[in-house]
Each structure stands twice: as structure tokens, then as C-alpha cells.
T-cell receptor
């Protein structure tokens, strides 16, 4: 079955330190990969996506993610975390030719402390 | 662009009542998705439309749930009768063919007492 896993329910980092939010997927074919962020009482906001090409994708607010086909991973990273980055992060996957139907991971809460 | 618009933002109702949630997708988008978010089950896709036609409603939990898209700029999700276990945040999202990225509305927080 197609699935997306975010192995950590919560990630805690200190402001100014690098952060990583992990995502792995189990799908057949060539997936499209996405990261979304959800702030409290808000909808999901698109951060970045990988479709094809360079494995390192840069997105909004200084975030980036690296697509690793051999490890079937798409980890979200940022060199220097801000307190304002504290939010719920979702990894998602869709499939070429599958009309954009997204499968979401369960979400990871990022807590950045001053 | 105004983004995806949802109404109401909050809804409190009593068990057994009918609830109607509304969504206006981004202009020019031909896909529309309805999701439900709960602590227990996370984000679940309920149904999605392409060019106003329902494509996949396998995520609709029960016959109490129905969704329509009478035109390209409006969709409704109806729950009749509502039950306390329907309490959740309901999101609408839209996308354009070939772009793959879905854009989400702010959600409707539903509480069924």
C-alpha cells in the first residue's frame, strides 16, 4: 500500500540551530513529494515540492528538502531555526497521472525554543 | 488572489441537525478536495471533484455525508444528521491540472454537541 511516514511526533530544537523533520515514503512509481506547514487554527500552507530534477529543493521561509530515491526519503531542513517556525509539518506524496490526489503523513510538531 | 474561501469558519450545532459547509476554490482551478482533520485520524481525504464531477468519494465516512459541486466556483459538504463524532476541522483545497500543488482554505471547525 502507498504510505507516507513521519517517524517523529515532535521535534524540539533551539533557536538558531539547524532543524530536520523526517519523512519517508513507500510508493510505486515516481512520486511527487510535498511539505506543508500548519500554524495553530490555520489551514495548511504549501512550503515546497519535488517533481523532478535537482534532488535539493528550496522553498518558502528558508526551508529546503532533499529527495533521496535510494532511501525513499524527503527530509525537511532549515539551517537556522526561528521560534516562529514552531508549527505542525506534513509530508505528502502524489503520483504522476493520479490527478493530484495527496497522501499525507501523520504530521510532526516542530517546537523551536528561544 | 483571494485563495480558497470556506464558510463558516466555526460551526456549533446539536446532534441530529443538518450541517452545510461551503467552499469557493481558487479561480481557474479544476480540482477541488474535501478533507477532515482530527487528532485521532489526522488528515483524511473525503472526496474530490474534477471539473465539477465527483471522481473519488471512497473517503466519505457514511451516507450521512454528501458533497456537491454545482459549478466551478462553489462546493458544499453536507452532514445530515450530524453526530458528535463528526466534530473535526474540515478543509477544502483546490488545484489546477498539471500543477499538482493543492492550496488549502482556512478550514471550518465543527463541533457537534
Amino acid at each position: 500500500a502507498q504510505s507516507v511516514a513521519q517517524p517523529e511526533d515532535q521535534v524540539n530544537v533551539a533557536e538558531g540551530n539547524p532543524l530536520t523533520v523526517k519523512c519517508t515514503y513507500s510508493v510505486s512509481g515516481n512520486p511527487y513529494l510535498f511539505w506543508y506547514v500548519q500554524y495553530p487554527n490555520r489551514g495548511l500552507q504549501f512550503l515546497l515540492k519535488y517533481i523532478t530534477g535537482d534532488n535539493l529543493v528550496k522553498g518558502s521561509y528558508g526551508f529546503e528538502a532533499e529527495f533521496n530515491k535510494s532511501q525513499t526519503s524527503f527530509h525537511l531542513k532549515k539551517p537556522s531555526a526561528l521560534v516562529s517556525d514552531s508549527a505542525l509539518y506534513f509530508c505528502a506524496v502524489s503520483f504522476r497521472g493520479n490527478t493530484g490526489k495527496l497522501i499525507f503523513g501523520q504530521g510532526t510538531t516542530l517546537q523551536v525554543k528561544p | 488572489d483571494a485563495g480558497v474561501i470556506q464558510s463558516p469558519r466555526h460551526e456549533v450545532t446539536e446532534m441530529g441537525q443538518e450541517v452545510t459547509l461551503r467552499c469557493k476554490p481558487i479561480s481557474g482551478h479544476d480540482y477541488l478536495f474535501w478533507y477532515r482533520q482530527t487528532m485521532m485520524r489526522g488528515l483524511e481525504l473525503l472526496i474530490y471533484f474534477n471539473n465539477n464531477v465527483p471522481i473519488d468519494d471512497s473517503g466519505m465516512p457514511e451516507d450521512r455525508f454528501s458533497a456537491k459541486m454545482p459549478n466551478a466556483s462553489f462546493s458544499t459538504l453536507k452532514i445530515q444528521p450530524s453526530e458528535p463524532r463528526d466534530s473535526a476541522v474540515y478543509f477544502c483545497a483546490s488545484s489546477r491540472s498539471g500543477e499538482e500543488t493543492q492550496y488549502f482554505g482556512p478550514g471550518t471547525r465543527l463541533l457537534v454537541l
